[in-house]
């Protein structure tokens, strides 16, 4: 039961791109019952957000290099980007990931919840400029994820605690 749990807490934290509204809103959740309610919505207009993914691009050519050159003690890299279809916008993590002509491509790590064009699982192309953060775990421990970081704070303490403890989480 505690694998199980770990396991989905895991996949609610990975299936973030939900958790950005298109408002400048932070809602804390009161109590989370199941799964499926551990989302968090802030916005991408939320001062703490916008500093996360400014800060994230500004050293993005510093985690590309030590992603294409990791240290035996480095894994999971990953990129989370953000996608459009018609008026939603939803935000996935890609892992793996590799440079191409047009920019990167890589497998979505996270299934949809707005978007139809999109699967858990696929390959996608993606620009730059659609790269809102990056991540990677070292010696057990989350390097980036500055979204994340953010997202945490307005997690239900318990739920984020868990994060913390089991997934590497310093923020």
């Not at 985690?63 to 459009?84: C, G, N, Q, W, Y």
């Amino acid at each position: 039961m505690k694998r199980l749990l770990k396991s989905l807490l895991f996949l609610c934290l990975l299936h973030l791109p939900g958790a950005f509204a298109q408002d400048d809103a932070a809602e804390p959740l009161e109590s989370a019952e199941s799964p499926d309610e551990l989302a968090v919505m802030v916005g991408t207009t939320h001062p703490e957000m916008l500093a996360a993914i400014r800060e994230a691009r500004s050293t993005l050519d510093e985690f590309l290099d030590i992603a294409s050159h990791p240290e035996p003690e480095m894994s999971t890299f990953k990129l989370k980007i953000v996608l459009r279809e018609d008026k939603n916008i939803e935000y996935f993590w890609v892992t793996p990931f590799q440079a191409s002509a047009e920019g990167f491509e890589g497998t979505l790590a996270n299934a949809p919840d707005l978007l139809r064009n999109v699967s858990l699982g696929d390959t996608i192309r993606f620009t730059r400029g659609e790269i809102i953060d990056w991540g990677y775990v070292r010696d057990g421990r989350q390097v980036g994820s500055r979204t994340v970081c953010v997202l945490l704070k307005y997690m239900e303490k318990w739920t984020a605690d868990y994060f913390r403890q089991n997934n590497g989480f310093d923020c």
